[in-house]
C-alpha cells in the first residue's frame, strides 16, 4: 500500500473523499447566509459565472486534460451532449437553492439519498444494464419511503423528486463522456454563462440586482465559485486514491448531512412518519452499499483467480 507523509494512501483518499461530501452537504448554510438579500436566479447566475472563472483558473494550473477539450471542437455531437448536461446542471442548481430558500432543506436531503437509485432505474432502462436482486429490493424500498413520505406530508415533495432525477439525468450523460469531472464542469458553465449573465444583466438594467448592495452579498456572490470548485477537487483527490465503490458509499455523507441541517439548524418538521419513510429510503441506500461492497469482493475473487496467460507480464496496480 503506497503512503503519504507516512499515511496511507487510501486513507488520504478517504479524507479527500469525505470532505468533499461534508462541505457539500453544508451548502444550504452558504446560500441561507444571504437572508435574502439576493433572488434565487440572481445566485444562481452568480454561481455559474463565477464558478466559470475559478474552474478554468484551476485548470491553468493543473494538468488538464487541453487535447481533449480542444477536440471538442471538431465533435458536435459531445458538445451538445455537453450543452444539455450543463442546462440539466443549472436546472438542478437552481431548483437547490430556490428549495433551501423556502426551507426544504430535508426534502432536498431526500432528493440525494435517492438520486444513487434512481440512476440504477435509469441505467435499466436506457442502457439496459442489468438490476441484481439487491438493487431491485433497495428501489423498492426508497420507493416505498417516497410514497410513504409523499402520503403522509400535505407538500408533496416536488423538489426531492426534481433534484434526484435532473442529478441522476445529469449523470447518465457525464457517464458517456471522456472528460474528466472538472474539465467536463468547466465547459459545462462554460455553455451555460451566457444564459446567467442575460439573467444578471436583466436584473441589473431593471434595478433588481442586489448583490453590490452591501460587502457581505458581494463577497458571498463572489464565494460562489470557490463553494463550487473547492468541493470537486477534493473529490477528483479522493477519486484517484480510493475504490469507486467506496466512494459510492461516500456519497451518503452529503444527504445525510444536510438532514441534520434542516431538522437541527433550520428545526423543520421530523415527525415519526418521515422518520419512517425516511428508515425505507435509509434501508435502500444500505442494500445498495451492500450490493456495491459484494459486486467489489467478487470482482477480487475473479481477479485473483484468474490465471494469467503464458508469457504475460502480471499487470500494474494501484492504490
Known sequence: MSEECGIPSTWVGAIFGCSAHVLWGLLPLYWTAFHGGIKSLEMLSHRVLWSVACLWFTLLFRRANWDKLAALRHNPRHLATFCLSGMLLLTNWGLFIVAVTLGRVVEVSLGYFISPLVS??????VLGEQLTQAQKVAVLLS??????????????PFFGICLSITFSFYGLLRKQSTLPSLEGL???TTAMAPIALG?????EVHGMASWRSQLRLTI???GCGPITVIPLLFFAAGAQRIQLSTLGILQFINPTTKLLL????????????????????????????ASMLRKQQLEKVVSIDEPLEPDTPPKETTV
Open 220 to 222: 458571498l456572490s463572489v
Open 120 to 125: 440504477v432505474v435509469l441505467g435499466r432502462i
Open 262 to 289: 434542516g431538522v437541527f439548524v433550520y428545526g423543520e418538521a421530523f415527525n415519526i412518519w418521515r422518520g419512517v419513510a425516511f428508515g425505507f429510503i435509509w434501508a435502500g441506500c444500505a442494500t445498495y452499499s
Open 186 to 188: 468547466s465547459v459545462e
Open 143 to 156: 420507493t416505498l419511503g417516497v410514497v410513504g413520505m409523499s402520503s403522509q406530508s400535505d407538500v408533496f
Open 199 to 203: 439573467l444578471l444583466t436583466y436584473l
